[in-house]
């Protein structure tokens, strides 16, 4: 990916990434944390927020007008940790309504590109996961990366 993106910090497991989102009025501690699942030992949840007080906020809004290298950033980190768990799967969705619009619409922004590296799935609202389709609502998104098929 070639966008601009913050300097990560990364865990020594890769399961933790902090950076310093940067404006001219302040600087917020964000992080990006993958979480194991209880229900799949091939599932991780992507909780990502501002770090207050050693604690992952993920419903603060910080607005320090600088979204797409945040998102850029993130984007990074999912490439980065299933570089390095590849048979793992990367469950997310928005703390919000607003913010689960937010994360399909970059889904379908970056889908023609991503597709070719990863497969990405939207759970609908009647629980059911099946292919990302852009413009379609869904209540998360799961991301993993794509196995050759052999032969």
């Known amino acids: ?30 992080a990006i944390g993958f979480y194991e699942s209880i229900y799949d030992s091939n599932a991780v949840e992507l909780v990502f927020g501002d770090l207050i007080d ?15 290298i945040i998102i850029n950033t993130v984007i990074v980190t999912v490439y980065r940790f299933l570089e390095l768990y590849p048979e793992k799967s990367i469950f997310f969705m928005g703390s919000t309504n607003t913010r689960t619009r937010i994360y399909r619409a970059i889904i379908a922004k970056l889908y023609d590109e991503t597709d070719i590296d ?32 052999e032969s």
């Not at 910090?9 to 989102?21: K, N």
């Not at 050693?54 to 797409?68: A, E, P, Q, T």
């Not at 759970?123 to 196995?147: A, D, G, W």
């Open 118 to 149: 990863f497969e990405i799935y939207g759970l609908t609202f009647e629980n059911e996961l099946e292919r990302f389709v852009p413009n379609k609502n869904y209540f998360s998104f799961q991301i993993s990366k794509k196995h050759e098929k």
């Open 1 to 30: 990916m070639n966008k601009p993106t913050y300097q990560l910090t990364e865990s020594s497991d890769g399961y933790w990434y902090e950076f310093d989102s940067i404006n001219n009025n302040k600087v917020i501690r964000k």
């Open 54 to 68: 050693g604690k992952l906020d993920v419903v603060v809004v910080s607005d320090n007008k600088d979204f797409r």
